[in-house]
């Protein structure tokens, strides 16, 4: 029940004072909650089809304690590899700031010229960005995320562009752009930390009140360590 799962906590807590304990549910609120974490510890046995569970005493027993220990290597061993990916998706060649463009046609342009100079995408990306945003609109709050066909990209990875002055892109004023290019759809993986980080706000005016393109690489790969 939900006195011993708060038992478990405070003895996790004990034990491994550098694990963030997110929520303490009863079965109940399990059930009809949204769970949004690396692992879930339980008293009892449960079967969730996308997170790993382990089962434990709620006195958390030695037997326990390594159980958890080797749980907790492996999540932790999983997470540094999504970080890592993600941070070699970021160049500071790719970042581009204070872009002015007159409307979204105008920013993709400017990002994907930079990207097919650099090597990185081939002709036609620019094209096909414009195409697939103008199907259904990527903005949100002050944020764009378009992206291409896979058939334009030579290399994977994360453009970021400010802009000197917002432009309408949709229902939204857009400021800042992240142009994903996925060469081989294997990007899934790190698509929860790229957006756990564009979802904080103070990212991203982290990233609009910076002055050079190393500001903007050092905070991307700072913020997903």
Known sequence: GLG???LLSARIKKYFPMIKIEKVLSVQELVSSKIDADLVISTIYLELETIPTIVVSPILNESDIRTLERNIQNVSSCTS???KSF???ISEENIL???EASNYEDAINHITDNLIKKGFAKE???KSAIERENLSYTSFQSIATPHANPSYIKKSNISVATLKNPITWGNEKVEVIFLENDKNLELDEIYEVF???IDNKKNINDILSATSTKEVYDLLVEESI
């Open 124 to 126: 036609g990306i620019t």
């Open 81 to 83: 590899k999504k970080y």
């Open 97 to 99: 700031l204070n872009v």
């Open 4 to 6: 011993s799962s708060r």
């Open 195 to 197: 957006y756990d980080f």
């Open 87 to 89: 941070r070699n998706l």
